[in-house]
């Protein structure tokens, strides 16, 4: 007759490292098929999935710690990006037979910690044995006033352009991770690969993102491939001043090393900040807002009339690009 | 500079494959970072997550289309036995390099029907190459009235035990994949096979269990293992009469060349029924509206007082199994 020695090893893996991260009431301590939210009144829901895949998206050796809160942070990236601020996440894990226990507290430590960090309860799981490499897909639920979700389109000429942080770091910290040297000092080292390892998403600015952004979308295929994404969705053309894109001292001495690493830091993936546009009349009350904050944001351009993202140097003279845009197909 | 042929491959494939499946507005035709959805009034939502993994839950020789069935099916059948209707999903596709568009056209037709069937669009997705399988995440939510979602918990002694359709068939299909052969006439193999490859979830079924069941949860993972955690869940014992377990021509054909497999039957994965349990008052309703929805449910056996699901054969002898659960852990 089954009894309590009945229970899979999934239900076991499910009790000891995720239930207790499921600390919402709906989520029933993962006990049941489903979980259940009730909504915040008058808000739309923000909806969004994305999956890493280990020698895809990161790497085999990397912490798995890391692994779980990169997993979860280039989804709240987005949500910041779109004004939202979190509900909760959905977490699909397909893992090899190799994973074990150890590498299991890791990852559910990392997600416990962000999880809290980002106001961000797991609501349901599922874990699933897999032939490949380890995958972790997140379906993460934002809430917004009804209405008021910051979409790509809606970008005016006029508007000024913002950025959030510094741009390329992910980037060049993936390309010292596959043997790059730019003879940086170990502290410009660190930070860029930390930055590949673990992005910052920048969810303290969604609330000023919300009530200032004509349009937004967080970067995480590249500045000049992204931002020339929400020019088409808006309709617009742009120009943007690329000696007033921000970067890290690392990234600078990057690009004082090897000039064209520039080009990288500009169509790298993996920054998770945000790009914005702000009506003239609201920028200086963004400012304020970002200030408060606390995540730096940078003008560094203007949308215009016209079709088309261009990318000014010092001279004037626009850039071109190899590949505008980061892609795994 | 950048103009739209710098869309990346992946923006392609989302254009030519998902975007004819994201309806509603609030998916912003794929076209944005998240999806936005104004919840329905006065509901709570439902939130699910299931994968399947190629190799692990379906043969990669598998249709696209019933890969596609399949991965959204699992979903919509925890949304059934919680009696919520669909509102949505989020889909997350990993993607070995060998998989051409000739796949993705079957599996986005696959998911195209059942999304059209089920009134189930697509919100978002995510595309990633993987070195490993074809991996399918889905993210389903559906909504019930605040406060009505079904439970594990919930079934109370003198409740009577249903079950929907018929138990066994698709682990005896996979059995009949895997090389296994009771005889059966064709239509038979072909049923058997057809309930392993395509699950019939009954979300025509939710609503009548919505307002009969005291509670109630899909049986992906055997009937024995899954019932019996339901007993856990709400704390109360049950006796199952196996020979009411309703069984398809097939399946008794099956157990009829070999007696065992009725331990297959009862213990194996994949069946997409749902069992619950209603009060003796509302029993005759549930049947009434059960005919209603066209979907066939049997009484198998009665809640108790105490601990533990017995399963007792036709002689009263309670039956025990070699393992009471599917798991791939």
Redesign the interface.
């Known amino acids: 007759?089954?009894?309590?020695d009945?229970m899979?090893?999934?239900d076991r893996?499910i009790a000891r490292f995720f239930q207790p991260l499921a600390t919402h009431p709906?989520a029933?301590g993962l006990?049941?098929?489903?979980?259940?939210?009730?909504?915040p009144p008058d808000?739309?829901?923000?909806?969004?999935?994305?999956?890493?895949?280990g020698?895809?998206?990161f790497f085999p050796e990397d912490a798995a710690h890391s692994v779980a809160g990169k997993a979860l942070r280039v989804n709240l990236s987005?949500?910041a990006?779109?004004g939202?601020r979190p509900l909760g996440f959905?977490?699909?894990l397909?893992l090899p037979k190799d994973v074990g226990d150890e590498w299991l507290e890791g990852f559910a430590q990392g997600l416990r910690g962000d999880s809290v960090l980002f106001s961000c309860p797991l609501?349901?799981?599922?874990?699933?044995?897999?032939?490949?490499?380890i995958?972790v897909?997140i379906?993460m639920?934002?809430a917004?006033p009804?209405g008021t979700?910051v979409?790509?389109?809606g970008a005016k000429a006029g508007d000024h352009v913002f950025v959030s942080g510094t741009i390329g770091d992910a980037t060049l910290g993936l390309m010292m991770r596959k043997g790059k040297d730019w003879n940086l000092a170990e502290e410009q080292r660190q930070h860029l690969v930390s930055r590949y390892l673990l992005p910052q998403p920048r969810n303290a600015l969604a609330e000023a993102v919300r009530t200032h952004a004509s349009a937004a979308?967080?970067i995480s295929?590249g500045l000049?491939?992204d931002f020339?994404k929400l020019c088409?969705?808006s309709g617009v053309a742009a120009t943007i001043d690329v000696p007033r894109i921000p970067l890290s001292d690392a990234a600078k001495a990057a690009a004082a090393a090897e000039p064209e690493a520039i080009d990288s830091v500009l169509t790298g993936g993996d920054d998770y900040e945000i790009v914005c546009t702000v009506p003239p009349a609201k920028a200086d009350s963004f400012r304020t807002a970002a200030r408060g904050s606390g995540v730096a944001v940078t003008e560094i351009g203007e949308i215009k009339a016209g079709?088309?993202?261009?990318f000014l140097a010092g001279d004037g003279r626009?850039l071109?690009?190899k590949?505008?845009?980061f892609?795994?197909?």
Chains 1, 2 share one sequence.
């Not at 006990?31 to 909504?39: G, H, K, M, N, V």
């Open positions: 007759m089954p009894g309590r009945d899979s090893a999934e893996l709906g029933l006990s049941d098929d489903a979980a259940f939210l009730t909504p808000c739309d829901l923000v909806l969004k999935t994305d999956a890493i895949v020698g895809v998206h987005d949500l990006a779109k939202a959905l977490l699909s397909a609501f349901g799981g599922d874990t699933d044995r897999t032939p490949g490499p995958t897909s379906a639920f934002g917004v009804e979700m979409r790509r389109a979308m967080d295929d000049v491939g020339s088409r969705a079709e088309g993202a261009r626009a071109t690009f590949r505008t845009s892609s795994h197909f």
